[in-house]
Nanobody, 121 residues
């Protein structure tokens, strides 16, 4: 099982960039596909991006395609989300989780505390 801690959020102006990190515990991190999700106030949590266990495959929500890049370093048990050209609509709490890559869904109901991203216009 993988437990994770998100970091790297903050306040940024529209058009700016942020890099989120997801530090995962557990010896099996490299066995899991991992993903990022986000939840804006008053909205349901939504899928953002996922990466296969090897890092060779990635998939993105349409809303972030071309602006966000997901990556991982299995040696460090860490996953990243590079976010460029940020928009006010990207404002949300961002979470990471082990995922079913094809279904774009988390494997369990465990969520960390998330990291807040706020994009000002």
């Amino acid at each position: 099982q993988v437990h994770q801690v998100e970091s790297g959020g903050g306040l940024v102006q529209a058009g700016g960039s942020l890099r989120l990190s997801c530090a995962a515990s557990g010896r099996t991190f490299s066995s899991y596909s991992m993903g990022w999700f986000r939840q804006a106030p008053g909205k349901e949590r939504e899928f953002v991006a996922a990466i296969s266990w090897s890092g060779y495959r990635t998939t993105y929500a349409d809303a972030v395609q071309g602006r966000f890049t997901i990556s991982r370093d299995n040696a460090k048990n860490t996953m990243y989300l590079q976010m460029n050209s940020l928009k006010p609509g990207d404002t949300a709490v961002y979470y990471c989780a082990a995922v079913n890559y094809d279904r774009r869904r988390p494997l369990n109901d465990y969520w960390g505390q998330g990291t807040q991203v706020t994009v000002s216009s």
